[in-house]
């Protein structure tokens, strides 16, 4: 089988240069994300929690939420959880119907912190936004149709973005629109993350 790292593949392959790109860019992901938690004495798990945890709405602060969500059990999610915990980064807010089930909130202390590391991918932004307006439309729209091909592979499992949204529509051009807000998508208007997102069937 072909390898996308084989270096004669890959020299003739644009292809195989931007799978190998992508993987150079997930290694800067790791690595920034690894500095930011050092200096905060976390691991990278627990700094992406709070970092979630900071901007996402109540339902999804919630433990089998999260192991969906980071593609892990509820187990580890339970142990960072419980991590953070000890640490007065965030504290649970019990179910009153079902008091096993909980909401987890960020701490004032655990809230700064996540203010600060969540500014961690602001080096992979310089290049971003030096590009020019089409040539980030087309980056953000092919990067679009990775995900979703992942997702419908099944490879990444939560997504909130608008082409898995029950709520998206294309025109026969090909034109993006959201009947939610009842109104047409530009591509700079495609969430990747959309707070109101419902999984399409
Ligand atoms: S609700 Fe959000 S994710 Fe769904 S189509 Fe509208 S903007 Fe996109």
């Keep these: 089988m072909k390898s996308d790292f084989d270096l004669n593949q890959q020299i003739q392959s644009t292809e195989s240069k931007i799978v190998a790109s992508l993987e150079r860019i997930a290694q800067a ?3 920034l994300l690894w500095q930011e938690s050092k200096e905060f004495a976390l691991s990278p798990i627990q700094v992406q929690l709070l970092i979630f945890l900071l901007f996402h709405s109540d339902e999804k602060r919630k433990v089998s939420y999260l192991a969906n969500e980071f593609n892990m059990t509820k187990a580890t999610i339970s142990d ?3 991590t953070l915990e000890n640490k007065g980064l965030i504290s649970k807010v019990h179910d009153l119907q079902d008091t096993r089930s909980y909401t987890i909130d960020l701490t004032t202390k655990g809230k ?15 290049p971003i936004d030096q590009l020019h307006p089409d ?3 087309n980056l953000l729209l092919s990067l679009l149709n990775i995900i979703r091909h992942l997702n419908l592979s099944q490879i990444i499992t939560v997504q909130r973005m608008c082409m898995s949204c029950r709520h998206y529509r294309t025109d026969e051009n090909g034109a993006h629109f ?7 998508l530009e591509v700079s208007d495609l969430r990747v993350d959309c707070p109101e997102h419902e999984l399409k069937d």
């Design 112 to 126: 700064e912190i996540a203010e600060k590391t969540a500014g961690f991918t602001k080096e992979i932004r310089v």
């Design 178 to 184: 959201c009947q939610l807000l009842n109104q047409k």
């Design 135 to 137: 040539d980030k439309e």
């Design 80 to 82: 960072t959880v419980k």
């Design 29 to 31: 992901f790791r690595v």
